[in-house]
T-cell receptor, first 112, second 112 residues
Framework: DGGITQSPKYLFRKEGQNVTLSCEQNLNHDAMYWYRQDPGQGLRLIYYSQIVNDFQKGDIAEGYSVSREKKESFPLTVTSAQKNPTAFYLC???????????FGEGSRLTVL | AQSVTQLDSQVPVFEEAPVELRCNYSSSVSVYLFWYVQYPNQGLQLLLKYLSGSTLVKGINGFEAEFNKSQTSFHLRKPSVHISDTAEYFCAVSDSNYQLIWGAGTKLIIKP
């Protein structure tokens, strides 16, 4: 089945540790996105990539990093510089000609 | 810049009653419009979209929305809600670069 796979679904980390969230898509989409979701705050864009080997900062990129070495993959690293990393993280991919997005099931990160 | 306003953060409604979730956007230029649904601890799923053509758009699960260009609105409606419709609903509009601008979301609460 075509879709977007995020892993892990739940992740716990200690303060000061980096953690990488995986996102893989087999929809042949050029564009991929990472969003952060906190209760009552809707979706906030962290990073996006419209083509392999290129990515752009979104509204809340500080403390995060990404790479786009393959069309299918767009991993997100939450670094120790991120002050409040506990959140629900959503990966999406989409077509450039309408903006329609397809989402993964999300990854919930909890910092202990 | 484009903006999206979902006027209600929560909408309580009795089961089998009709519901309308409101969405207004700021741009007067041609846009693409979307409604997504998010069930607890899951990713977002496309409910319906307006790209062109008929202003009344039908989606999944019995939902429909009407594009009103003069009022810059794209309200979501369902004639009779079910307990399974309990979820958060997001309205989104694509900007001139086909990036989605998101509303803050509306939680639909179904009362038995």
């Amino acid at each position: 089945d075509g879709g977007i796979t995020q892993s892990p679904k739940y992740l716990f980390r200690k303060e000061g540790q980096n953690v990488t969230l995986s996102c893989e898509q087999n929809l042949n989409h050029d564009a991929m996105y990472w969003y952060r979701q906190d209760p009552g705050q809707g979706l906030r864009l962290i990073y996006y990539s419209q083509i392999v080997n290129d990515f752009q900062k979104g509204d809340i990129a500080e403390g995060y990093s990404v790479s786009r070495e393959k069309k299918e993959s767009f991993p997100l690293t939450v670094t120790s510089a991120q002050k409040n990393p506990t959140a629900f993280y959503l990966c999406a991919s989409g077509t450039w000609n309408t903006g329609e997005l397809f989402f993964g099931e999300g990854s919930r990160l909890t910092v202990l | 810049a484009q903006s999206v306003t979902q006027l209600d953060s929560q909408v309580p409604v009795f089961e089998e009653a009709p519901v309308e979730l409101r969405c207004n956007y700021s741009s007067s230029v041609s846009v693409y419009l979307f409604w997504y649904v998010q069930y607890p601890n899951q990713g977002l799923q496309l409910l319906l979209k307006y790209l062109s053509g008929s202003t009344l758009v039908k989606g999944i699960n019995g939902f429909e929305a009407e594009f009103n260009k003069s009022q810059t609105s794209f309200h979501l409606r369902k004639p009779s809600v079910h307990i399974s419709d309990t979820a958060e609903y997001f309205c989104a509009v694509s900007d001139s670069n086909y990036q989605l601008i998101w509303g803050a979301g509306t939680k639909l609460i179904i009362k038995p």
